[in-house]
Structure formats: structure tokens, C-alpha cells
């Protein structure tokens, strides 16, 4: 069961993730999540560096697509400045979203990957497809309860690792 939540790389940031890797691992899509991966938790803006990481890594031929369980009109709102494609509501770690993000970004597993910063959402939901998975450091330590919950579970999980 861990390697199911075992990453496939650690990072600290987005900025540490670069296309030159991803591509040499076949990497054409790139499903990423959406709180403390690209936005602090519930904000409705994407920073200036992350808007710039995301224009330099589709400059390099790569296709994003946001997978997060938040609802449409948020997501739909943050992204819009970047003009991402996107899947609401989704439910994660369920396949269902992963699945239809990857029709969006028109890959298969073997060359998407996903970014995240939880455990048991993104990396699960990316290894149980035998996607590419990449576990970030949250943005900010401000979450959702039920997330600082889970938190200390990862934590021990992370020791193992």
C-alpha cells in the first residue's frame, strides 16, 4: 500500500520542476492541482512566478490541465488569466477526474504526470493510473481542517519514504 503514495519525485516548489526532466521522461501532459500547489488554499489568484513557470513549461511543448475538488466557478475564475483547461469537483483520489483530465490534455498515463501537494489525493489518484507523480511542499500552512488532518498522517508516511 505505501508505494501507491510513494512519489516518484519530491520537490520543494514548482520552480524546481523543469521541462528538461519531464520531457525525458516522456512527459506530455501535466495534471496539476490547484490549492497550495498553484494557490494558497481557497485564493482566486495565481501569482506572478507561477503564471511564468506555467507559460515557460507550455513554451517547451507541455499541456497543463487543473484537477481539483473545488468547485467550477472558483477554479474557473483562477485559471482563467492563464486560459488552462480544467476539471472540477473531482473528487480525488477517485480515477474519475484524472481520467477526463487526461482526455482534455489528449494523453494516456504512461506520458502525464501529476502535481500535487497532498498524498492521499494527487499521488494516490496519479499511482493508481501509473501516472508520473511529483509531491510539492504546500504554499502556505493555511488548509482545509480536514487536510491539516491528514497532514500528520503524511508526515509519518514521509518518514518511511
Known sequence: ???????????????????????????????????????NWNERFITEDVCNWVKMMESQGLRFCVLSNSGKRRIEETVKKLGLSYVANAFKPRKQGFVLAMKKLKTEPVNTAVIGDQLFTDILGGKRLGMTTILIKPRATREFFGTKLMRKLEKIILKRF
Do not use: C, Q, V, W
Open 1 to 39: 500500500m505505501l508505494e501507491k503514495l510513494r512519489p516518484d519525485i519530491f520537490t520543494d516548489s514548482l520552480h524546481e520542476i523543469s521541462a528538461e526532466i519531464l520531457k525525458k521522461k516522456g512527459i506530455k501532459g501535466i495534471i496539476i492541482d490547484l490549492d497550495n500547489t498553484m494557490t
